[in-house]
Nanobody, 122 residues
Framework: QVQLVESGGGLVQPGGSLRLSCAAS????????MGWYRQAPGKERELVAT???????NYADSVKGRFTISRDNAKNTVYLQMNSLKPEDTAVYYC????????????????WGQGTQVTVSS
């Protein structure tokens, strides 16, 4: 089994900062991309940022220049530093990882965390 456990959400004022963390644990042989998605009330889940094991990153246009994704590959952990937060960043943020579980199983599996609430409000 594989688990993704997120932490770091909360309530912050506009212009403030938060740092999200997501640690993957369990039966893990290798992790390719790890990333963050978010879902606001009444809206579809959308990509925020992803980072491959090799360091390539992809950001949503709405967060470029404000959010930074980073990884600690040795700890199977991905972070999202969120600066200059806006009310429209309010959403449940989900961690995502593409994982190969064993050396003898060449399939890659997609896993999600349980989500962490980020609320930006004065």
């Amino acid at each position: 089994q594989v688990q993704l456990v997120e932490s770091g959400g909360g309530l912050v004022q506009p212009g403030g900062s938060l740092r999200l963390s997501c640690a993957a644990s369990g039966s893990i042989f290798s992790i390719n991309a790890m990333g963050w998605y978010r879902q606001a009330p009444g809206k579809e889940r959308e990509l925020v940022a992803t980072r491959t094991s090799g360091g390539s990153t992809n950001y949503a246009d709405s967060v470029k220049g404000r959010f930074t994704i980073s990884r600690d590959n040795a700890k199977n952990t991905v972070y999202l530093q969120m600066n200059s937060l806006k009310p429209e960043d309010t959403a449940v943020y989900y961690c995502n990882a593409n994982i190969r579980r064993n050396w003898y199983d060449s399939n890659w599996y997609n896993y999600w965390g349980q989500g962490t609430q980020v609320t930006v409000s004065s």
